[in-house]
């Protein structure tokens, strides 16, 4: 077995047989998201080449990631599993997804926000991603 380089901006098709897919394509995922059209193109062709192909393993399932990019998605799932780690209660902190600054403090307080900060919503590994607003 030897590891290639796939070229996203190829078919993929032509660029196989493969024995398994390790990605690192969340900025291509990030920039489709938003608009980017060349990065959308570069998703598609993996996402097609991997819907007819479904007996290639793929590391880390690309629905799995795109739903690991929102920071909202991730904290609404931990509240949803309730787990215990060593006899203590793991959750997220109390958390509200604000759109805008419309009627902010009510939102802060009906979600038990009482240190608010801000991090953007979507979990990309960019220095964006790391900026932090009190």
């Known amino acids: 077995m030897c590891c290639v380089q796939i ?37 598609g062709r993996i996402e097609t080449y991997i819907a007819t192909h479904p007996g290639i393993p793929v590391i880390d399932p690309l629905g799995a990631v795109q739903t690991l990019l929102d920071r909202s998605v991730c904290y609404q799932m931990m509240d949803d599993m309730k787990f215990k780690f060593r006899d203590t209660e793991v959750c997220s902190p109390p958390h509200v997804t604000l759109m805008d600054s419309t009627d902010l403090s009510r939102k802060l307080k009906r979600a038990g926000v009482t240190f608010p900060c801000g991090k953007p919503t979507f979990l990309h590994f960019t220095w964006f991603l790391h900026q932090l607003v009190i």
């Open 7 to 43: 070229d996203l901006r190829q078919p993929v098709e032509t660029q196989g047989p493969f024995d398994l897919i390790i990605h690192k394509i969340t900025d291509l995922m990030v920039a489709a998201d938003g608009g980017d059209e060349q990065a959308a193109n570069a998703v």
